[in-house]
Every structure is written in C-alpha cells, then in structure tokens.
C-alpha cells in the first residue's frame, strides 16, 4: 500500500510541476539538480540537499515512536 501511494504521489508532484511551468518550453529533468546541462553550481548543491533532507524527513515520518 505505501509503495501505491509512493507512486501517486510522485505522480501528482510531477503533474502539478509540468502544470506550473505554463508556457515555457524547458524539459522537466532541466529542472531537477545536476540535469540542467549546464555546470554544476550552487544552486545545483542546494537543490541535492533539499531533496535529501526531505527524503530524510519522510523517512523519519515513517517510523513508528517506541512507547515508554
């Protein structure tokens, strides 16, 4: 069940960001970190970091807390 809703989800984040780039002609990999075709930069860092500490996030979500 959680690997369905995984791939609903990704599935709905990918859709709402082909909607937000309106008229625009770019790709979508253009706008994920280190597959823009350019040099790598500090914006390109900070785009991995922010996908690593939400990763980081939701995995934490998906712990269950021990009861004391």
């Given at each position: 069940?959680?690997?369905?809703?995984?791939?609903?989800?990704?599935?709905?984040?990918l859709?709402?960001?082909?909607w937000?780039?309106?008229?625009?002609?770019?790709?979508?990999?253009?706008?994920?970190?280190?597959l823009?075709?350019?040099?790598?930069?500090?914006?390109?860092?900070?785009?991995?970091m922010?996908?690593?500490?939400?990763?980081?996030?939701?995995?934490?979500?998906?712990?269950?807390?021990?009861?004391?």
């Amino acid at each position: 069940m959680k690997a369905a809703q995984l791939v609903v989800l990704t599935l709905v984040i990918l859709a709402l960001m082909n909607w937000s780039r309106g008229e625009y002609s770019f790709r979508l990999p253009t706008t994920l970190p280190l597959l823009g075709g350019q040099a790598p930069s500090i914006y390109d860092a900070a785009g991995a970091m922010v996908i690593v500490i939400t990763l980081a996030g939701l995995m934490r979500l998906g712990r269950r807390r021990r009861d004391s």
